[in-house]
T-cell receptor, first 110, second 115 residues
Framework: DAKTTQPNSMESNEEEPVHLPCNHS???????IHWYRQLPSQGPEYVIH???SNVNNRMASLAIAEDRKSSTLILHRATLRDAAVYYC???????????FGAGTILRVKS | GAVVSQHPSWVICKSGTSVKIECRSL??????MFWYRQFPKQSLMLMAT?????????EQGVEKDKFLINHASLTLSTLTVTSAHPEDSSFYIC???????????FGEGSRLTVL
């Protein structure tokens, strides 16, 4: 499985944008980039995923580098409820068998 | 609301006993479900892939006789931790993909504590 590298932790102020980076230099041509997040004592939840083009949904935006060796998850206005561990995972289009890395702990300050 | 549900959400048992955890897809059929384990302050570790009507596929290092998986229907997979010991204490999480979507839905997790 191709690996991803994320910072251990990041901190943000409430109502400000947050950019969560992910490096995946060994990504293959068919790997999709999936982002999930896990709130304390809960199962993970889907955030967003993409292949080559930038993606937007109601939760976040995903900016993918042109060479696809890195990507950035963007939370446009962080809230306290966004405090979670964010996982960047490479997988197939339908992301069935996802292998989680360490993720980034996002702390949001009020 | 939740589309994948686990039961129980937490369980405490004595060492040597067996514990069954259920994972249900609530409004869709899932031919495949995935079981993960998560120790405190660690990431999720994929344990096995549960296949409806056939044997589960276990990840390397996961004992299939220790963690029995049964996927008897299209909406239910069960994980039984046999002869549980304190080192099996963990957060167990299942997931499934709703057909027609690209996202995995995860259950709320089941916290097992073995005394």
């Amino acid at each position: 499985d191709a690996k991803t590298t994320q910072p251990n932790s990041m901190e943000s102020n409430e109502e400000e944008p947050v950019h969560l980076p992910c490096n995946h230099s060994t990504i293959s041509g068919t790997d999709y980039i999936h982002w999930y997040r896990q709130l304390p004592s809960q199962g993970p939840e889907y955030v967003i995923h993409g292949l080559t083009s930038n993606v937007n949904n109601r939760m976040a935006s995903l900016a993918i580098a042109e060479d696809r060796k890195s990507s950035t998850l963007i939370l446009h206005r962080a809230t306290l409820r966004d405090a979670a561990v964010y996982y960047c995972i490479l997988g197939g289009e339908y992301g069935n068998k996802l292998v989680f890395g360490a993720g980034t702990i996002l702390r949001v300050k009020s | 609301g939740a589309v994948v549900s686990q039961h129980p959400s937490w369980v405490i048992c004595k060492s040597g006993t067996s514990v069954k955890i259920e994972c249900r897809s609530l409004d869709f059929q899932a031919t495949t479900m995935f079981w993960y384990r998560q120790f405190p302050k660690q990431s999720l570790m994929l344990m096995a892939t549960s296949n409806e009507g056939s044997k589960a596929t276990y990840e390397q290092g996961v004992e299939k006789d220790k963690f029995l998986i049964n996927h008897a229907s299209l909406t239910l997979s069960t994980l039984t931790v046999t002869s549980a010991h304190p080192e099996d204490s963990s957060f167990y999480i299942c997931s499934a993909r709703r057909p027609g979507t690209r996202e995995l839905f995860f259950g709320e997790g089941s916290r097992l504590t073995v005394l």
